[in-house]
T-cell receptor, first 111, second 114 residues
Framework: DAKTTQPPSMDCAEGRAANLPCNHS???????VYWYRQIHSQGPQYIIH???NNETNEMASLIITEDRKSSTLILPHATLRDTAVYYC????????????FGKGTSLLVTP | GAGVSQSPSNKVTEKGKDVELRCDPI?????LYWYRQSLGQGLEFLIY????????KSGLPSDRFSAERTGGSVSTLTIQRTQQEDSAVYLC????????????FGPGTRLTVL
């Protein structure tokens, strides 16, 4: 699986959009981008995934660049409960099975 | 419905003792995964089960670590002759099948080896 690079930490004011970047310059054509988050003392939680089109669900939006070498997870209106470590993972669909978590980005949402 | 459950939530043991960690996956989920998270580190994959078989054991750090799954449901991770470096949070996840997009994680077992 391709390696990802994320900033170690970010801050965001409550109510503002949180934009979390991820670089995956060695991504292969059949690798998907997945995002998970881990709130303190809990297990990770799936957020969203995509291949090349932008995706949106009730939790977040995922913007993938046209060359697929980077992506951004957007939390449109961050709340204090969104404070967590966010992991960007690239994974070939239907193979490999294990998620290769890196260090992630620690997002702090402030009042 | 019920999520993934793990027991115990916390385990303190002495160096050299054996420990067993239990995972109850979501009912009907055929795929089950074990990860561990050491202090300040990301999650490290240990082993994956499809049904009762383990096609991928590549993440087990040493032969002191073993895992089994019975009845396509409950899984037990056993660590023999525990060492201080085994101290970590051990997380279990399950998914309906290996191709599923989402893995559902339990709350973890915090293991402390004194």
């Amino acid at each position: 699986d391709a390696k990802t690079t994320q900033p170690p930490s970010m801050d965001c004011a409550e109510g503002r959009a949180a934009n979390l970047p991820c670089n995956h310059s060695t991504i292969s054509g059949n690798e998907y981008v997945y995002w998970y988050r881990q709130i303190h003392s809990q297990g990770p939680q799936y957020i969203i995934h995509g291949l090349k089109n932008n995706e949106t669900n009730e939790m977040a939006s995922l913007i993938i660049t046209e060359d697929r070498k980077s992506s951004t997870l957007i939390l449109p209106h961050a709340t204090l409960r969104d404070t967590a470590v966010y992991y960007c993972i690239v994974r070939v669909w239907n193979s490999g099975y294990a998620l290769n978590f890196g260090k992630g980005t620690s997002l702090l949402v402030t009042p | 419905g019920a999520g993934v459950s793990q027991s115990p939530s916390n385990k303190v043991t002495e160096k050299g003792k054996d420990v067993e960690l239990r995972c109850d996956p979501i009912s009907g989920h055929t795929a089950l995964y074990w990860y561990r998270q050491s202090l300040g580190q990301g999650l490290e994959f240990l082993i994956y089960f499809q049904g009762n078989s383990a096609p991928d054991k590549s993440g087990l750090p040493s032969d002191r670590f073993s895992a089994e799954r019975t009845g396509g449901s409950v899984s037990t991770l056993t660590i023999q002759r525990t060492q201080q470096e085994d101290s970590a949070v051990y997380l279990c996840a399950s998914s309906p099948d290996p191709a599923s997009d989402e893995q559902f994680f339990g709350p973890g077992t915090r293991l402390t080896v004194l």
